[in-house]
């Protein structure tokens, strides 16, 4: 027979008041040591008490419950939020481009036919008009024509008449308005100066 302070008699507590057998448990800690406790579900056994309601680290967790397995976000996390988010921003992107895509086909539309058609008239004149540019004003188009050094109002006039108009006739710029200036800017023509 053994004696009762015998470690290896099963169920019986050693003198220091814990029990060897459970396994992965030592001595228990201080009582003044927060964040050490039984298990859940532990019924102390040989000789120490359980803790107070008011230890730290003892009681029902505090806070909100922890997030359960599959539900698919962490917790404090709306799982909707991300996705609006991102769709919004896809969406404002694409009307982004698109917008951006409207205004260059716009000018290509408006701006290369009018380089075109100024190209024509540059050309037509042989060298009394030597820079002709297209300018867009609230809605109104309008062509500016600079003529060369020594090119006076009759020779503008008969070039707004033979040159100008005739290469305007039949475009999208036919009833555009014109302007030929000389190279300080003074006006010399326009096509009301032609019948």
């Not at 040989?46 to 680290?57: I, L, S, T, V």
């Not at 991300?82 to 290509?108: D, P, Q, R, Y």
């Not at 040159?163 to 000389?182: A, M, R, S, W």
Request: proline share 13%; charged share 10%.
């Amino acid at each position: 027979m053994t004696s009762p302070q015998d470690p290896s008699q099963p169920g019986q507590p050693p003198q220091g008041g814990y029990s060897p057998q459970q396994p992965g448990w030592g001595a228990p800690p201080a009582a003044n040591q927060p964040g050490w406790g039984a298990p859940q579900g532990y019924q102390p056994q040989g000789g120490y008490p359980p803790p107070a309601a008011n230890q730290p680290g003892w009681g029902a967790p505090q806070g909100p419950p922890p997030p359960q397995w599959g539900s698919g976000a962490p917790q404090g996390w709306s799982s909707q939020s991300g996705g609006s988010n991102k769709k919004g921003c896809l969406i404002a992107a694409v009307v982004g481009l698109a917008l951006i895509g409207a205004l260059v086909v716009g000018c290509a539309v408006t701006l290369v036919p009018a380089l075109m058609t100024g190209m024509s008239i540059e050309n037509a004149s042989n060298g009394e008009i030597t820079n002709v540019s297209y300018n867009w004003n609230n809605g109104t188009g309008t062509f500016t024509i600079t003529v060369a050094n020594g090119v006076g109002a009759e020779e503008a006039g008969r070039l707004a008449c033979q040159v100008v108009e005739p290469k305007l006739k039949g475009t999208q710029y036919e009833n555009t308005h014109f302007v030929i200036v000389d190279e300080s800017g003074s006006q010399l023509a326009t096509e009301q100066t032609c019948p």
